[in-house]
């Protein structure tokens, strides 16, 4: 594919941010529109001035007209991301969502670009049916009281219009749903980023024989971890090979339990682990594993393994525990 100006929304977020190195890698010309709310200009260092940043909110309509004047296509990523922000911030993570999502289709619309990849998520499906689940799931809200479902519900609306003003206005529409994507500076919010700092500081008050840790639920619901470059690899398969119009699962299919998450950071801290349970949050879902056959057939393969990926990510926690929120 040749050089093209493309325009990534959320592009000093954790997936953007890497998704922007690869872009500007393959010779692309690659703007960003960010407000740093998550985003963190240390994640394009080296690469600042090979790009352009514009610091703005994507619910300034005016501003994402700007930002997208120029371009031949837009990736958005753009949204409040991080489970905790789910229950305490439910309206930001709509208010964000959905006209993040009107202001980047209206902007495509103005400026004639025809190429929208959009980031979706497996949330959209809460407690899937199936295990692995394939995209043709049905997407679920199963209660709007539940502040939680903000979430996959924004990324639901996001879709509906990415794919309704997609088939009537766009040339090429493109939606992935990443599963649980970790590795390095992925944010504090995620349980990756979490059980790595508070393994470290139970064990610090524990020195000697196991390790006490507490983990939410029975340690026994799974996820399908995808390390960062599997992700960045997978959007690219998405992007050279996709079909408009069509929705792709990126992700893994190595479906790994909580608590062995945890015995894998124990065993990389060298203690031994005292699991502890505790309920489960109301709204998490027991298992998720995406089947992901349909981006395989274009050539898609997963390639870091946990125990890879976990360490390298792990260390980076321990080494950069000053960039953690103070609370
Ligand atoms: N990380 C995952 O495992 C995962 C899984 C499923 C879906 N996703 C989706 O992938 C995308 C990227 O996720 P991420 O993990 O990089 O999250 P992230 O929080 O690191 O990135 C999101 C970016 O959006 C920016 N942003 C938020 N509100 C904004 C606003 N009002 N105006 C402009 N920018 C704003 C943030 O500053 C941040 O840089 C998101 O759409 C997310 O929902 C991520």
Known sequence: MSARKILVTGGSGF?????VRRLVRDGHQVR?????SRGR???LDGIENDIEFVGGDIRNFETVVAAARGMDEVHHLAFVNGT???YSQPELVLDVGVKGMV???DACRRHGIGTLILASSSEVYQTPPHIPTAEDAPLVVPDPMNPRYSYGGGKIISELMAINFGRKYFERVLIFRPHNVYGPDM???HVVPQFALRFRKAAAGSPTGPVPFTIQGSGLETRSFCFIDDLVEGVMTMRARGEHLNIYHVGTTEEISIADVARL???HAGRPLDLLTSPRLEGSTGRRCPDISKLAALGYKPRVLLAQGLPRTVDWYWEH???APKS
Do not use: T
């Not at 997936?15 to 998704?19: E, N, R, V």
């Not at 960003?32 to 740093?36: A, E, R, S, T």
């Open 84 to 86: 905790e922000f789910f």
């Open 187 to 189: 944010g504090f919010e």
């Open 15 to 19: 997936i953007g941010s890497a998704l």
């Open 265 to 267: 950071i124990a065993r």
């Open 321 to 323: 525990d000053h960039f």
């Open 32 to 36: 960003v529109l960010d407000d740093n």
């Open 103 to 105: 202001h980047v289709i």
């Open 41 to 43: 200009p240390r994640r």
